[in-house]
């Protein structure tokens, strides 16, 4: 039965649209699709990591998984968990526009009544969905930022009173109502009136809790003991929901962020024994360290399928063998048996990254009016180096080596602020004040986007701060180059908007307005026509038509045409360069338009460049024209590089074999920030390949051999 459901799905039904050598990757997603529900329904083991890399289209498997669940149960309910409401957005639109095309014809109806989804934002909501399907089939998404708020201050201020007044049982003491008030607003400081009543709690947890925190001497709390209260309430104030039945599937997308103790909460308190089996989705379980990575399977334990001892098993396999092994570069002859133990509870995909990525170098020595500069610098970071005391010295590094427009912006106003008193610092904030546009690694950089702008090419180009970020669009938009080239777009945008009729009697675009801005479109294109001749113009459409498709999860020329209106209709600007950095709608642009660049970027048109922020790394796709990202910061952990290099590096897109995904290193050649890169390069290597891999990392510890310690996870 379990095949047959599964078989109904077919992830790669939408392989067509894809490039030929990238087909036989969603054929794959099948396999780990049904290797996974293999795991948790033959193998019945309670839970199970799905650790693809980015861009190998983890959701859709998870979502396989869900399909599976809610096709072989007729009442089964499934909840979807992310790191922010905008993704279970994502999430539930993929599932009723791209799952329900995958699926065989006769479960679309399903989609369309009982499996319709649901999308979270209040905890209220959650509590409403639970009650009217307690006997019908469900597909819930909501963020774990959402539910980890179960409980207020009002109902823990209640629960902490109902655990007082069991204060004579557990220590012969008898409170008063005042006592009890002054105990709850000691540890509960905030949260307005003194609740009258009090909440029924476990006698046994509540004098457990009592016993460990309340000094019945003193009639006061115990130093160090909030911890220990802040888990009996939420351990009661997840007893208190019920849930019945159980959830069938419980998915975590963004798994590791669960560190986070009120996330993991979610689990651990909240649901815990009333999901049945759980799947984790995470693209970094290597740059997890062990014991977080141990952390996340001991969470499955809190399935109602798990057995009793499933802890005790989690805590038995030989992580900290493994991990003195590799710190000591010795032999580990446990490799074989918990490399089958972990395959067990984990799937993972990787990309050949040989073959899929070519790694390039943007480097510039300082010379000229940067020579002075540079210099000063370096002693700087020399001067931070040597005070290895000081707090956030790695961040203090990163905004050092960030770049210029950064570095004086944090000498004035940010954390350098405080090295005033060296003098070395306060020569650098006089140099800069005149001279951040002869920053040699910006200089560097501005000459190869350009160059690469003139040729029709798009590229993405990441920063840590957003100083940089304008300071690049800056000095790109003041290049005669990129003037001259926006000029151009300009009076060939005029020509094309005079030509509308002729494109929508042609195209057969339904609307004036659509037609306006598919005209703009092509005028903004690096493959316009050369003339309005209808074979051309058709020849054009068809170049796009499956890109353009994907993006908006149709095949019908309206809803195309449609969706390219609202992302470059009337008021929507389409620049040469632009910045994006997830805060504002539109990144450079300003009320009413309401198009994220993001979205531009995804045209087959300007923008040419996107300078994104570190808030553009997760949750967006930018590979539909665009195979290369410019790392123009390089922050030492690998895991934030590789989410970067994922928004282009993904499913479908422009690459090939002999075009394969460009990974663009930026420093300034033989200064510390050189030292960076070729760390940051080691690092990225260890996590490709070393399981817990961030347990080396947080000590800056490097490992040659990975092969002697590589361990793979196949479907």
Not at 130 to 139: D, R
Request: proline residues 4%; glycine residues 6%; positive net charge.
């Amino acid at each position: 039965m379990t095949q047959t459901v599964l078989s109904d799905l077919n992830l790669a039904s939408l392989a067509r649209s894809y490039p030929l050598e990238q087909r036989g990757e969603l054929n794959d997603q099948n396999v780990r699709a049904n290797g996974l529900w293999s795991r948790l329904q033959r193998d019945d083991v309670p839970g199970v990591i799905l650790g693809d890399e980015v861009g190998k289209g983890k959701t859709y498997v998870a979502l396989a998984l869900a399909f599976a669940t809610l096709a072989s149960k007729p009442d089964a309910r499934v909840l979807v968990l992310t790191h922010s409401r905008l993704m279970a957005k994502t999430w539930a639109f993929r599932w009723s526009q791209n799952v329900r095309q995958m699926a065989h014809q006769r479960w679309r109806e399903h989609f369309e009544n009982d499996w319709r989804p649901q999308v979270i934002s209040r905890y209220e909501e959650f509590i409403d969905a639970l009650v009217t399907t307690e006997s019908k089939p469900a597909l819930l998404f909501a963020s774990y930022d959402t539910l980890k708020r179960f409980h207020n201050v009002k109902e823990k201020r209640r629960r902490l009173l109902g655990a007082l007044n069991l204060a004579y049982q557990a220590h012969r003491v008898r409170l008063s109502k005042s006592d009890k008030q002054r105990l709850v607003k000691e540890v509960i400081r905030k949260g307005g009136t003194m609740p009258r009543n009090h909440l029924q709690v476990n006698p046994k947890a509540a004098m457990a809790m009592l016993k460990a925190t309340f000094d019945p001497a003193a009639r006061t709390w115990r130093n160090g003991i909030d911890h220990i209260i802040d888990d009996f309430l939420d351990t009661e104030a997840g007893r208190s929901l019920n849930i019945h039945p159980a959830l069938d599937l419980l998915i975590v997308d963004e798994a590791h962020k669960l560190e986070g103790s009120r996330r993991s909460k979610v689990v651990t308190h909240l649901l815990s024994k009333k999901f049945s089996k759980g799947v984790w989705v995470t693209a970094t379980p290597f740059a997890m360290t062990l014991t977080e990575l141990g952390r996340r399977l001991a969470q499955f334990g809190h399935a109602a399928s798990a057995r009793r001892d499933y802890e005790t098993i989690i805590d038995t396999l030989p992580l900290a063998s493994y991990r003195l092994a590799v710190s000591d570069g010795t032999d580990f002859p446990a490799l074989a048996k918990l490399q089958d133990a972990l395959r067990r509870r984990m799937v993972r995909s990787t990309w050949s990254i040989r073959k899929e990525r070519r790694i390039l170098d943007w480097t510039r020595e300082a010379s000229g009016a940067a020579l002075l500069p540079s210099m000063v610098l370096e002693r700087v970071i020399s001067n931070v180096m040597s005070s290895g005391g000081r707090t956030h010295i790695a961040s203090v590094r990163e905004t050092l080596c960030s770049g210029w427009a950064a570095t004086l912006h944090s000498l004035q106003h940010g954390a350098l602020k405080k090295l005033s008193g060296d003098p070395w610092t306060a020569r650098l904030r006089e140099m800069l004040k005149d001279s951040v546009h002869h920053d040699p690694k910006l200089r560097e950089v501005v000459d190869r986007l350009i160059s690469l702008a003139q040729a029709g090419e798009k590229t993405v180009v990441f920063t840590h701060r957003l100083e940089t970020s304008v300071a690049i669009v800056e000095a790109l938009q003041k290049h005669p180059a990129i003037v001259a080239l926006a000029a151009n777009y300009r009076r060939a945008g005029k020509r094309w908007r005079e030509r509308a009729d002729r494109i929508q009697r042609i195209l057969k675009i339904p609307t004036r307005a659509q037609a306006q801005a598919v005209a703009k479109v092509i005028a903004f294109s690096f493959d316009a026509p050369t003339n309005a001749s209808a074979l051309e113009l058709i020849a054009w459409w068809r170049r796009h038509e499956k890109e353009l498709g994907a993006q908006c999860g149709s095949t019908e020329k309206s809803t195309i045409c449609a969706f390219i209106e609202s992302v470059a209709g009337k008021a929507r600007r389409l620049s040469v360069v632009a910045r994006y950095d997830g805060t504002v709608s539109g990144g450079d642009e300003s009320a009413p338009d309401t198009v994220g660049n993001d979205r531009k970027f995804n045209l087959p048109s300007a923008p040419l460049i996107l300078v994104a922020s570190r808030k553009a790394q997760e949750g967006i796709d930018l590979h539909h024209y665009c195979r290369r990202v410019v790392l123009y910061d390089l922050p030492w952990n690998p895991a934030l590089i590789e989410q970067r290099i994922g928004r282009v590096h993904r499913l479908g897109g422009i690459r090939s074999p002999d075009k394969p995904v460009e990974v663009v290193y930026c420093y300034q050649k033989d200064s510390y920030e050189d030292i960076i890169a070729q760390r940051v390069k080691r690092r990225c290597k260890m996590m490709h390949a070393l399981l817990g891999a961030g347990t080396w990392l947080n000590k800056e510890l490097e490992v040659d051999d990975l092969n002697r310690y590589r361990m793979t996870f196949p479907a």
